[in-house]
Every structure is written in C-alpha cells, then in structure tokens.
T-cell receptor, first 113, second 114 residues
Framework: QKEVEQDPGPLSVPEGAIVSLNCTYSNSAFQYFMWYRQYSRKGPELLMYTYSSGNKEDGRFTAQVDKSSKYISLFIRDSQPSDSATYLCAMSPLTGANSKLTFGKGITLSVRP | NAGVMQNPRHLVRRRGQEARLRCSPMKGHSHVYWYRQLPEEGLKFMVYLQKENIIDESGMPKERFSAEFPKEGPSILRIQQVVRGDSAAYFC????????????FGEGSRLTVL
C-alpha cells in the first residue's frame, strides 16, 4: 500500500460546480497536510496548509482533515476555468517536515466554461 | 514561483552523458530541496541541503546522483552517466526555515535522455 493515495482522475466539471478532491494515507505519523496546485509546465504552488484534524477555509477553497479516517479533502466552490490545473496533496510528519513531504500522484482538474 | 530560479528548463542528453541542473533559491532562503517527478508519478523527495551541507539525502539514488549547495552560487544536482529512466522533471524548492515553513518551488528542469 502506498503511503499516500490520490484519486487518479482526470476530472472534468462545468464552471460553477463544487469540486471535491480527496487523498487517503496510511502513515499515522503525518501531522501536516497540504494541497498544492500545479499548472501545466510549472512548479507546484502551495494552496492550503493545515495541521492535524479539522477544517480550514480560504475564499472558495476549504481543506478538511480527518485523522481518524486518514482522509483529507479539498473542496473548491464556484469552480472557475482558471482552477484548471493538477492538484497534489502532500503531507509530512511533525519534525523535519520539509524534507519528508510525501506527495500524492496528483489529479488533473478541468473546469469547462 | 518566479523567486526560485532553475536552469536549464529543458535539457536533452544521450545515454552515458552527464546532466547538471542548477537552482538558485529565493532571496533570504538558505534551505534547498530537490524533488523528482517521473511521468505518471508524484513528486518524490531526493535531497535537502543547506549552504555547504547535505542535511538529508535519503531520497537520492545511491549511484550516479550527487548534489551540492556551495557557499557561493546555486545548488547543483548532478547526474552522471544518464539512463533513459532518469528522464523526468526535477524541481528545486527553497524555504526560509527547515521545519514546516512554506516550500516555494521553481518551474522545474525537464531532462530527456535519448
């Protein structure tokens, strides 16, 4: 079993839809959970960052972590064509976090006008 | 993303040649990380460096790969005697701190081995 599993996609939705992206993980040591967005031929950029369980909202984006189920989600409300990109979940343990980031494979989202 | 500079953006090498990828971190960042993204795979950690020190190289292949971050100049990821399986996008990231500070990624160097 891989440490981090992400729905493979791709995913295509109409503009304005609510998008739900999910990852599961097996390593209970993970404490920090992140979502990165990667446009084609670009580097990943940090979108959301949460510590431990709970929800975090930032504009149209909500990150949700359920440590008991080892499950994290990213919700995008009122999706826009500019949201079309690959979304990567990433997570790390409590210490030495940046050198231990484990990424999911990423899911490519396409928002149709 | 523009703050972390990587070059070359694209590199083509024949099997057996050497590849050198360079990374200049964002201003004020002294922590550099290299990640590799193979086709259809997620980003995989390779190595974490600070100036003149390798902090964690647990993700580096044991042979042919090396990395450095000298006191002056960019960090360099060096791949000797490249093979087709080395074809990938290599991303450099930097952070201000080595703990849980935000990672800023460059746009990547795409290596193609013929």
């Amino acid at each position: 079993q891989k440490e981090v599993e992400q729905d493979p996609g791709p995913l295509s939705v109409p503009e304005g839809a609510i998008v739900s992206l999910n990852c599961t993980y097996s390593n209970s040591a993970f404490q920090y959970f992140m979502w990165y967005r990667q446009y084609s031929r670009k580097g990943p950029e940090l979108l959301m960052y949460t510590y431990s369980s709970g929800n975090k909202e930032d504009g149209r984006f909500t990150a949700q972590v359920d440590k008991s189920s080892k499950y994290i989600s990213l919700f995008i409300r009122d999706s826009q064509p500019s949201d079309s990109a690959t979304y990567l979940c990433a997570m790390s343990p409590l210490t030495g976090a940046n050198s231990k980031l484990t990424f999911g494979k990423g899911i490519t989202l396409s928002v149709r006008p | 993303n523009a703050g972390v500079m990587q070059n070359p953006r694209h590199l083509v090498r024949r099997r057996g040649q050497e590849a050198r990828l360079r990374c200049s971190p964002m201003k004020g960042h002294s922590h550099v990380y290299w990640y590799r993204q193979l086709p259809e795979e997620g980003l995989k950690f390779m190595v974490y460096l600070q100036k003149e020190n390798i902090i964690d190289e647990s993700g580096m292949p044991k042979e042919r790969f090396s990395a450095e971050f000298p006191k002056e100049g960019p960090s360099i990821l060096r791949i000797q005697q490249v093979v087709r399986g080395d074809s990938a996008a290599y991303f450099c990231a930097s952070s201000r701190t080595g703990g849980t500070g935000e990672l800023f990624f460059g746009e990547g160097s795409r290596l193609t081995v013929l």
